[in-house]
């Protein structure tokens, strides 16, 4: 499924090992109330919450298919370079500024296509790339890109900060 996008099976496997290896021991504490309605309205938890571990089980599989989805909607850095009208090395040159975003599958780098509004990158991105924790996982840079927040609202429609920075939003 993740061929045509340039992620090799085993580059998958590995991304979503070192991503599994980084989830805490299922018996190390209980969920508190908090978490597990965290979990089910953004980790892709539909079922009743039971045991920890079958919570675990459940984030696991939602975050393998939204791994996979994300980097079916990314682009490999000659794609971007494509879009952008720049040479990969330029693109390279942008993540490691953090003026474009990209993570890595096994040895790929790939691209969000969030990031990108006809051309360029998206207005304001460099700025909120800055301000984001450089250790966060792709999943939640997307999140936070892309999901509708009640603070970036146009005639009380909350919008993503990416709709806002799109329609002209302040980034600040």
Do not use: C
Request: aromatic share 4%.
């Amino acid at each position: 499924m993740l061929a045509p996008f340039g992620v090799g099976e085993d580059e998958f496997v590995e991304a979503l090992s070192r991503d599994l290896r980084a989830v805490p021991d299922a018996s190390a504490s209980r969920l508190t109330e908090v978490d597990e309605a965290i979990l089910r309205a953004h980790g892709g938890v539909t079922s009743p919450v039971g045991d920890e571990q079958s919570v675990r089980k459940a984030v696991l599989r939602a975050s393998s298919s939204n791994l996979a989805d994300h980097t079916r909607d990314s682009l490999s850095v000659e794609q971007a370079a494509e879009l952008l009208l720049v040479d990969r090395s330029r693109v390279r040159h942008r993540v490691r500024d953090r003026a474009l975003y990209g993570f890595k599958i096994g040895g790929n780098l790939r691209l969000p296509t969030w990031q990108f509004h006809g051309h360029g990158p998206i207005p304001g991105l460099r700025a909120v790339l800055a301000a984001l924790p450089t250790d966060l996982h792709p999943l939640e840079v997307a999140g936070f890109m892309t999901t509708p927040d009640p603070d970036l609202s146009v005639a009380d429609e909350p919008l993503s900060p990416r709709g806002w920075l799109t329609g002209g939003g302040d980034v600040g």
